[in-house]
């Protein structure tokens, strides 16, 4: 099973911005995505990638404000997070898709996950 690692979380003044990184174990060629959840409540998802970043999907929430890459040579996804807003605060979580075509938006869609990490956005 591929272990992902989280990293590049922290505490930010709304209006900044971070860039989260989720390094996989071994070569994965599925469709990746970010998750979070804030305190309370439940996992909402935040963003996918396709095999070969072609198709990308935002929640509307973020649209127009994160962006999420992946480089398939360090096993590598991003997400750039711009004009952080205290909404924004949650653990972030990375995971891989089950289905090397499907695109999900749902966290049954995926089946390995990262341990998170905590985004803090101070107003």
């Known amino acids: 099973q591929v272990q992902l690692v989280e990293s590049g979380g922290g505490l930010v003044q709304a209006g900044g911005s971070l860039r989260l990184s989720c390094a996989a174990s071994?070569?994965?060629?599925?469709?990746m995505a970010w998750f979070r959840q804030a305190p309370g409540k439940e996992r909402e998802f935040v963003a996918v990638i396709s095999r070969y970043g072609v198709t990308t999907y935002y929640a509307n929430s973020v649209k127009g404000r994160f962006t999420i890459s992946r480089d398939n040579a360090k096993n590598t996804v991003y997400l750039q997070m711009n004009s952080l807003e205290p909404e924004d605060t949650a653990v972030y979580f990375c995971?891989?898709?089950?289905?090397?075509?499907?695109?999900?938006?749902?966290?049954?869609?995926?089946?390995?996950w990262g341990q998170g990490t905590q985004v803090t956005v101070s107003s």
């Open positions: 995971a891989i898709g089950n289905d090397l075509q499907r695109v999900g938006k749902t966290a049954a869609d995926f089946g390995s």
């Open positions: 071994k070569f994965s060629m599925y469709p």
